[in-house]
């Protein structure tokens, strides 16, 4: 039962273009969502998060969008920069257990 | 820069053994998670402490795992009679209450 939808394994994106993260929810007591970024060997890194009772965060180049009656999340990255190369979880929490998606591959080009 | 630390990094060990991972939490945080991941997922939740006191455990921690903090500091996490399906990675986390939660490097762990 995955609570927690990342649809695209992997998005390619020009370098100083706009990349869009999607991510998908089924559990509507999920009060909290975050974006981790991981770079391989390491562990998973806080990016940006949002409380379910707004519908948009900005931290410098990365917003968040929660639209909480599609059940659905996205991040966007502008510009995107060749360092942004990285896997991204989505997570979804109610309560202290963070449940995460399967992870979307975003992949800069120069 | 003291982050989450994990020990060790890698372990490779025999179907049967018994293993035993540690993780450090970053200093001022009270409450320390465990997630683990397979290839292909997202990391999944064990369990998580606030100080020594264990206060959820995931159905995934079968009984072969026990995982515990007894000071409130430091945590470690050990699996008995490994199995080639606990072959993962065993991700720790730290935060403060209601804060983000910080992860450290995790420790690879191959079960042959």
């Known amino acids: 039962d995955q609570q927690v939808k990342q649809n695209s394994p992997s998005l390619s994106v020009q370098e100083g273009r706009i990349s869009i993260l999607n991510c998908d929810y089924t559990?509507?007591?999920?009060?909290?969502f975050l974006w981790y970024k991981k770079y391989p060997a390491e562990g998973p890194t806080f990016l940006i998060s949002?409380?379910?009772?707004?519908d948009k965060n900005e931290d410098g180049r990365f917003t968040v969008f929660l639209n909480k009656s599609a059940k659905h999340l996205s991040l966007h990255i502008v510009p995107s920069q060749p360092g942004d190369s990285a896997v991204y979880f989505c997570?979804?929490?109610?309560?202290?257990?963070?449940?995460f998606g399967t992870g979307t591959r975003l992949t800069i080009i120069p | 820069d003291t982050g989450v630390s994990q020990d060790p990094r890698h372990k490779i060990t025999k179907r049967g053994q018994n293993v035993t991972f540690r993780c450090d939490p970053i200093?001022?945080?009270?409450?320390l998670y465990w997630y683990r991941q397979t290839l292909g997922q997202g990391p999944e939740f064990l369990t998580y402490?606030?100080?020594?006191?264990?206060?959820?455990k995931s159905r995934l921690l079968s009984d072969r795992f026990s995982a515990e903090r007894p000071k409130g500091s430091f945590s470690t996490l050990e699996i008995q009679r490994t199995e080639q399906g606990d072959s993962a990675m065993y991700l720790c986390?730290?935060?403060?209450?209601?804060?983000?939660?910080?992860f450290g490097p995790g420790t690879r762990l191959t079960v042959l």
């Open positions: 559990n509507s007591m999920f009060d909290y």
């Open positions: 997570a979804a929490s109610v309560g202290e257990k963070l449940t």
């Open positions: 402490f606030q100080n020594e006191a264990q206060l959820e």
């Open positions: 200093s001022e945080h009270n409450r």
């Open positions: 986390a730290s935060s403060h209450p209601a804060g983000e939660q910080f």
């Open positions: 949002i409380s379910s009772i707004k």
